[in-house]
């Protein structure tokens, strides 16, 4: 690092941190299923202004971790802990799920609000369905958004099909030939919920109350109007004269792909590329709302995406190898960019590892809010990273887990796969095509005595010491059950939605 930005960087360190320094807002925007060269600013065709606008104002984050699907992603974030530490579960959560979230975790918004910060959730939560597990039970004083993935509901919803298109004949024979009973006792059998058909119907939720039942013609707002709330949200919480924490999770660009009229066509890449242009909308959106009340300069807005892209759904994830679901750069490397006007440097990158979980010490550090003692955090804090401070990057290891099983391990540029005994050089081989585990064997060592280490720990499979347990419901119940009524715990003014 030069001497004069190292210095420029201590300086803002000590002005943030000054005892009567204002404490900052924090945006935190999550996509869904974004791949890692969805974005213009990440080698894209895709159009997206706004985002190439937040790159070259701030700090792209190009070795940012995520998890290899939503749910364990989305925990981490909360949590600021390894996915299988807070959510130990083998995949992804499902609809009228006996688990989530344990409500004893401390989330960002817990850490955040009990600093005075207003906090809300606009967006796709996916840690559970229950009222137990919903946001409001988990720090945020608002929500608006959809309980899981906007594929998890009957296909005659429009769930399983993209815009225009009506579920296949073999779909629909699936959803009539699979009894109720048995999607039933798979609920009770593990807890994760009802995979596949039939489904309940997908419920959209304000606070703790089920508004509206969600069908093809309602997915393809919803961008829009996860944007309106948003920004919303944020002139309240401004009228209020309260610092604000929004967790804007948009359900886009996973499928099914319902982009906007406006936005249709409108990409050299399908539906998917027009979905990237409408997000890449919203981000500029709130970035406007930002900048017209004068917020942005005491705004830290942080854009990933909760996984890496499903490339057998058209997901473009560059020179990486692999998709969503795998333990391969290309499933849980993601787009980050990180954003703050007059604090983080513009137009800078940094390929140090970064990860959701260090989401949580990072913003409470810039909060001056105290974490929980009685739990470990997996997180650092990144702030130096983010201003370009550090002589050496506060995390050097990282584990890459796939539900229970940890399956790989990085330290610095090596990472090394367990099962086979493959070790790729990142910086210089991206795509992990070149196994040199023979020529270092004295990497391969130290990696797999670092995998050995955290057996007394997460446990290398199955669930370790360290493991925090699951939130638990006895009888779980569809929020919207397969005849439309809704459940009266979580019913507003209609009862129903046929």
Avoid at 51 to 56: F, N
Avoid at 314 to 334: F, Q, Y
Avoid at 391 to 412: I, K, N, Q, W
Avoid at 467 to 476: D, E, F, I, K, Y
């Amino acid at each position: 690092m030069k001497p004069l930005l190292a210095l420029t960087a201590l300086l803002s360190l000590a002005r943030l941190f000054a005892a009567d320094a204002p404490r900052p807002n924090f945006v935190l925007i999550n996509i869904d299923d974004l791949g890692y060269r969805e974005i213009g600013a990440f080698g894209s065709d895709n159009k997206t202004p706004a985002l190439d606008r937040m790159a070259a104002e701030g700090r792209k984050l190009t070795s940012h971790y995520a998890a290899p699907v939503c749910s364990p992603s989305r925990a981490a974030l909360m949590t600021g802990s390894y996915p299988k530490r807070a959510l130990p579960i083998p995949h992804v959560l499902f609809p009228n799920a006996a688990i989530g979230l344990n409500p004893d975790e401390h989330t960002i918004a817990d850490v955040l609000r009990s600093a005075g910060y207003a906090t809300a959730c606009v967006g796709k939560w996916h840690l559970g369905d229950q009222p137990e597990f919903l946001p409001r039970r988990q720090g945020f004083d608002y929500y608006f958004g959809l309980p899981y993935s906007n594929d998890m509901g009957p296909n005659e919803d429009g769930t399983k099909s993209d815009f225009g298109k009506k579920p296949t004949a073999a779909q629909a024979a699936k959803a009539k030939n699979v009894a109720p009973k048995k999607a039933a006792a798979s609920v009770e059998d593990d807890g994760i919920g009802i995979r596949g058909a039939p489904q309940p119907p997908l419920a959209l939720i304000e606070n703790d109350t089920v508004i509206g039942r969600i069908r093809a013609d309602d997915q393809v707002p919803l961008i829009r109007r996860y944007t309106e709330k948003t920004i919303s949200f944020i002139r309240d919480a401004q009228a209020k004269d309260r610092p604000f924490f929004v967790y804007l999770a948009h359900n886009a660009v996973h499928f099914p792909r319902y982009p906007s009229e406006k936005f249709r066509g409108s990409s050299p890449n399908g539906l998917l590329g027009d979905w990237v242009q409408e997000v890449d909308w919203s981000v500029g959106q709130v970035l406007d709302a930002l900048r017209e009340q004068k917020l942005d300069r005491n705004t830290f807005v942080l854009f990933v995406s909760d996984n890496g892209g499903p490339t057998n759904q058209g997901a473009n994830n560059g020179a990486l190898r692999g998709s969503k679901g795998s333990t391969l750069e290309g499933g849980i490397r993601v787009p980050g960019l990180a954003w703050w006007p007059g604090k983080i440097p513009a137009g800078t990158s940094t390929d140090a590892i970064t990860t959701m979980m260090d989401v949580l010490p990072t913003f409470a550090k810039l909060a001056r809010a105290p974490l929980a003692a009685d739990r470990k955090i997996d997180g650092v804090d990144l702030w130096p990273i983010l201003v370009g401070a550090p002589a050496t990057p506060p995390r050097d290891v990282f584990l890459y887990h796939r539900g229970l099983l940890l399956e790989a391990v990085r330290s610095g540029p090596w990472k090394l796969h367990l099962a086979k005994n493959e070790l790729y050089h990142l910086t210089s081989d991206l795509g992990e095509a070149s196994n040199v585990a023979a020529q270092h064997p004295e990497i391969v060592a130290r990696l797999t005595a670092i995998a050995d280490a955290s057996h007394s720990d997460l446990g290398r499979d199955g669930i370790g010491p360290g493991v925090r347990a699951l939130g638990r419901v006895a009888h779980p119940k569809p929020l919207i059950a397969l005849d439309g009524t809704v459940r009266t715990d979580v019913a507003g003014p209609q009862k129903n939605f046929p």
